[in-house]
């Protein structure tokens, strides 16, 4: 392990409000009594329902399968009787989309195909098929597939695996427990991934204020090759492009992939969820939520099953400790504000953060002063001022041609600004028009 | 849903906002009045060395850029935001702009200029593309040129051009009644008095007169007077990270190394770039004036540029110029290539592609 802290351009230290979960084991949720289970929860094309109003499924059997290049197939999180296949408002983008219901019969019966198995003569190509069928996707907000990111074309050769231990995200601990946890897991996904990727390169990067983390990481990761980096606490470290230039300082050009860099970034959560799919053909149907924030009368750190009601993870820690304001599905940072706490957690779902009304005010927004506070925070060296007038005066091709598609979504900007201007919702404004436009063309 | 899974509370009614959910413990208003605390130990050493009329000068600039600014506002329909601190600061600028002795119907008509000509006319906070302060004193410069350049008080007992009477020797009014950059620009009108132009730079550069126009014993606008009191507020908004080195480096460096090559000192090429540096506006310009946020470029680089722009321009008026002065002038027209700068200073983008070669 080397001592050096590393950092990228730009970024911001918010409070790192980590205290009340980060000691905290992690709890495991009991199955609930009704899962939603949206067919919808990765980047790409949703899947397919394969099951319909009344079939019986086991934890872990397929309801949803892929339905494009980029997809994964969708899998249930509880035994029992799928009660309907309805179409439900994504708790993200707030668009419809398919959704499997399921009545658990209480059993948790794992599916037939779910077993032990001996992976140590697995090809690079059947470590992958494993991956995919188990719908494995990145577990760190983006829910990228993650079989799509081990296949990169014959032209990128990919030399670096990283494994993205840095949670930058203020509130967030679920990283954090499960390397602290889990460390020998963790390991052996990444090995795989290794052998999948056939890269000889492997560095897990974590942030320096998790020491009990890097020192488990380090410690397990005995004799097999890795660079455990300990990285400078800046958000957004955890950002695939700011990961690369901290560690390999490789810059991912304008517009291109990590794999244009010859690497692959993948969180410590999917290594995890990577080895129980190639070694016991487990599909992903849990993964580990920081339930947080000062309206939450016990944060916890939780394993549930995917499409539990966040009202009863909420309940599984106490309840509400006063008048509840706003609920977040992800880290203060990027989260997206959910409209009900009967949304159901994805795959993607890494924190729930419920905040009070004091947090959740809103403050006016006011005239931009030229500070450039935006710009000297801005990890991708754009201007985020400019892109907000662009986004108000309908400019898209100005904003096109000053690299707003290369934005981020950190929110940095936002977070600094002294105006408390919505930068981010204007780029993202910006970025959603100028995807629709290209579409229309 | 299944009922029987909810627990029996009711719903919670919940705020959907788009991220991030936290925010720094920034605002404008904070910053604004950051900047006009750091102008305070000035505006107390202003009211120590003119008296009554200094006094009376800020109190009339602050009170009347207020008001007007909120004219402004509410005219054009607007939303009227005093407390932000903005139009204070204008307000004791402009004051720190004048000579204490004006009459106190200038520091209103330019209150008025600055806050609905320069400011809200162009759009308000954030819009206005000249410092309105600077504009306003371009403006009173032009309209009232007598009021603005001859009403220099005497600060605490001595004379105006910061000589002391040894050096004043055989001169006459004409020298005593001048500001230090005044001297050093009217040396022909200076050897019709009855001195010798070439012994009053050299005393003008000496170091006790360097000594005086440190601690503010000189006569000049109301808030330029003093490096000392200009240099702790500036050093206070650099610690507290309001304003960026960069602008204040270039100026002064711009000026420091202009001084030292070109020729015209009399008593050594160090002391002469210490005059200019100590002398007139320059360290109220470089450090609360060309530092203006709205005024500025975006980025390093484009602040290193004006800068050094601003430097530049205040040594070509100062050494060539009809005015005396260069401060105010060169900041005006840094101001308006700042849009430019921004133009060709553009934050590097992250991963960007190296053109293509053909």
């Known amino acids: 392990m080397t001592a050096h802290v590393l950092k990228f351009r730009g970024g911001v230290h918010p409070p790192e409000k980590k205290g009340a979960t980060e000691h905290r084991p992690i709890d495991v949720l009991p199955p609930p009594p009704r899962v939603v289970i949206p067919l919808s929860q990765h980047t790409g094309a949703p899947s397919a329902p394969v099951v319909k109003k009344g079939d019986t499924v086991k934890t872990g059997s397929l309801i949803g399968e892929p339905a494009g290049r980029i997809s994964v197939p969708t899998h249930a999180s509880v035994s029992g009787t799928v009660a309907d296949v309805t179409n439900l408002l994504h708790p993200l983008t707030g668009r419809l989309c398919q959704a499997v219901v399921i009545d658990s019969d209480g059993n948790d019966t794992p599916d037939g195909a779910i077993r032990e198995r001996d992976a140590s003569g697995f090809t690079p190509e059947m470590i992958v098929e494993a991956i995919r069928l188990a719908g494995v996707v990145g577990l760190g907000g983006a829910a990228f597939p993650t079989f799509f990111k081990l296949s990169p074309p014959k032209e990128k050769p990919i030399d670096t695996l990283l494994i993205n231990g840095c949670e930058c995200e203020p509130f967030l601990t679920a990283d954090h427990r499960v390397m602290i946890e889990q460390p020998a897991e963790v390991v052996e996904g990444t090995k795989l991934l290794a052998r999948a990727l056939g890269v000889r390169t492997v560095i897990v990067g974590i942030e320096d204020n998790k020491p009990e983390a890097i020192a488990a990481i380090s410690a397990a990761a005995q004799g097999a090759g890795f660079t455990v980096r300990k990285l400078k606490t800046r958000y957004p470290q955890g950002a695939e492009k700011q990961l690369i230039k901290a560690c390999l300082g490789r810059e991912v050009p304008s517009g291109g992939l990590p794999l244009d860099v010859g690497c692959v970034v993948q969180n410590v959560g999917t290594a995890v969820a990577v080895r129980v799919a190639v070694r016991f053909g487990r599909p992903l149907y849990e993964r580990v939520v920081t339930v947080t924030g000062p309206a939450v009368r016990e944060p916890k750190n939780l394993r549930c099953r995917i499409g539990t009601p966040v009202r009863t993870l909420i309940g599984f820690c106490g309840g509400y400790s006063g008048p509840v304001a706003k609920l977040v599905m992800g880290g203060p940072m990027m989260g997206i504000a959910l409209s009900s706490d009967e949304a159901p957690v994805l795959k993607g779902t890494s924190g729930i953060l419920a905040l009070g009304p004091a947090e959740s005010r809103e403050p006016d927004e006011g005239d931009c002063i030229r500070c450039s506070f935006c710009i000297k925070v801005c990890p991708m060296g754009l201007a985020p001022t400019r892109l907000s007038y662009h986004a108000r005066a309908r400019r898209f091709d100005l904003a096109k041609a000053e690299h707003v598609a290369d934005c981020i979504e950190c929110g940095c900007c936002s977070f600094v600004c002294p105006a408390r201007i919505r930068l981010v919702h204007g780029i993202k404004y910006l970025k959603s028009e100028l995807v629709a436009r290209e579409r229309r063309a | 849903m299944n009922a029987a899974a909810k627990p029996q509370s009711e719903r919670p009614a919940l705020l959907v906002t788009v991220s991030p959910h936290l925010r720094a413990p920034v605002s ?305 027209l840094m101001n308006v290539a700042t849009p430019l700068i921004d133009r060709f200073t553009r934050p590097r983008l992250f991963g960007a592609r190296r053109e293509a070669k053909a």
């Open chain 2, 28 to 332: 404008t208003a904070r910053i604004m009045w950051l900047v006009v605390a750091a102008m305070l130990p000035a505006l107390a050493g202003s009211i120590w060395f003119f008296g009554w009329p200094a006094a009376r000068t800020i109190l009339l600039s602050l009170v009347s850029c207020l008001g007007f600014d909120a004219l402004g506002q509410s005219m054009l329909g607007r939303r009227v935001t005093l407390r932000d601190g903005s139009a204070a600061i204008t307000g004791i600028l402009l004051a720190f702009n004048l000579p204490p002795g004006v009459p106190w119907w200038l520091s209103i008509v330019g209150s008025a200029f600055a806050m609905i000509v320069a400011k809200q006319m162009f759009g308000g906070l954030g819009h206005n593309f000249v410092n309105p302060a600077l504009a306003a004193r371009a403006f009173l410069m032009v309209s009232w040129p007598t009021q603005m350049t001859t009403l220099w008080l005497k600060p605490a007992g001595l004379s105006t051009s910061g000589l002391d009477a040894a050096a004043l020797g055989r001169c006459t009014d004409a020298v005593a009644s001048a500001t230090p950059l005044g001297v050093l620009k009217n040396a022909a009108s200076l050897v019709r008095s009855g001195c010798s132009p070439q012994d009053t730079w050299e005393a003008l550069q000496s170091w006790p007169a360097l000594k005086r126009l440190f601690f503010g014993q000189v006569g000049g606008s109301l808030g330029e007077t003093s490096a000392l009191l200009l240099l702790i507020g500036g050093a206070f908004l650099l610690v507290t990270r309001v304003i960026d080195w960069r602008i204040p480096l270039s100026y002064v460096g711009a000026v420091v190394i202009l001084a030292l090559v070109l020729p015209g000192h009399k008593a050594g090429p160090v002391q002469y770039a210490l005059f200019h540096v100590l002398a007139g506006g320059l360290l109220l310009g470089a450090l609360f004036m060309a530092t203006d946020y709205v005024t500025s470029p975006l980025t390093g680089r484009g602040r290193l540029v004006f800068g050094a722009g601003c430097g530049i321009l205040t040594m070509l008026i100062r050494l060539w110029g009809g005015y005396p002065e260069g401060v105010c002038y060169s900041i005006l």
